[in-house]
Structure formats: C-alpha cells, structure tokens
C-alpha cells in the first residue's frame, strides 16, 4: 500500500507539522511506501482562477500544476490529510487544493445519468485534526457533525472514496507537550496499521 501525506501548515514546527511527519515516519517504520506534501513549503496556489473555471466550464484543460498533484494522489492507496481546524473546517490553502484538484473527469463525473458518480474510489482518505478547543466543547457546539458534512460526506464520499479515519488532536495549545507527543505516537501507529492493511480500514480512530 503506498500513501500520500499532505499537510497544511505555514509553520514547519507547529504540532500540524509534527503530527504529520510523525504519521509519515510510522507509515515509512512499518513498511510501507509514502510521500509527503507540504502545500505551504511547495508554494501551491489555492485560487480558483480562470483557467480553473475554464476547465469547469468545459473549455479549457486542465492545469499542469493540478495534473502533478493529481498524479501524485493517484500512486497513493491512502490520503491524509493533515491541518488546524480554521472556523469548523481546513485551512484555504487546503480547501484551495481540494476546489483546484478534485475536479470533475478525475474525482467525480458531473455527466448526466452517469453509472459511476464518484471516480476515486480506489481511494481511502484520512482526515487529522489539530484543535485547539476540547473535546467535550467540540462536542456541545456539534463540530465533529460539522466536519461529517463538510468533509467527510461533502467530499470524501462525494468523490467516491472510503472514509478511513477522523482524529482530533485536542487542546494543542494546553496540552502538556509530552502528553501530546504520545498521542501523536499512538495516532501514527494506528495510522500505519490501517494504511498498511486495506481491510482494516474504517475502524475507528
């Protein structure tokens, strides 16, 4: 199983980053073939610009800097996708990289009565979530709902793909530091497991 990480951080030392690599090295540790993506370091554009809305309307191609990440999503089984939570969702830059890359013809066909509507699904996507709230707060205000519509349903099964995982890391501010980095060890570790075995996927986080 190869798997792509992908992070959405500006500063390569936040907590996003090191959950990220340490998600990365697990998957490496384990066994498995992985690559790594740093939107921010990478200097992806996010904009939806006109070529971007050319290629919607079906009168343009499609960009070559959306053709590389597409590729690179396509040598990987499994997708995680790594980021703070901005306002009950993901970065722009990461929700930027997703309007530009998931487009119809590769992610989805838009075609009227088409057999197959989501095209990824070869796909298993995993989504880890840096906050800086609790638990119990997230669960009063209905965040983890929030991101079940927005993402997990919105665009990881609107594409066709398996939802494989959602793990929040909470109180990332708080937190003692040594608490935090066992739980990112525990996180990667169970990462790993089920991006090295298909059938496990789906378990819970």
Not at 155 to 162: E, L, Q, R
Not at 171 to 184: H, N
Request: with cysteine.
């Amino acid at each position: 199983m190869s798997s792509l990480v992908v992070v959405s951080h500006s500063d390569p030392d936040s907590l996003t980053h090191n959950a990220a690599r340490s998600a990365f090295e697990a998957i490496r540790a384990a066994g498995g073939d992985a690559e790594f993506a740093d939107l921010a370091a990478e200097d992806f554009d996010p904009r939806f610009a006109t070529a971007d809305l050319d290629l919607y309307r079906g009168r343009g191609g499609v960009p070559a800097e959306v053709v590389a990440e597409q590729e690179r999503i396509d040598r990987a089984d499994h997708l995680i996708l790594v980021f703070p939570m901005y306002w009950w969702s993901m970065p722009a830059l990461l929700k930027g990289w997703i309007d530009r890359v998931f487009v119809g013809g590769w992610a989805y066909d838009a075609a009227p009565g088409a057999a197959q509507f989501g095209m990824l699904d070869r796909l298993t996507i995993h989504l880890i979530i840096v906050a800086g709230d609790d638990k119990k707060s997230f669960e009063r205000h209905g965040i983890p709902q929030a991101v079940s519509t927005q993402i997990e349903r919105g665009i990881v099964k609107y594409c066709g793909a398996t939802h494989g995982s959602t793990t929040y890391v909470y109180e990332s501010d708080t937190k003692d530091r040594d608490l935090l980095a066992t739980e990112l060890r525990e996180l990667s570790e169970k990462i790993a497991v089920s991006t090295a075995d298909r059938a496990g996927v789906g378990a819970p986080a």
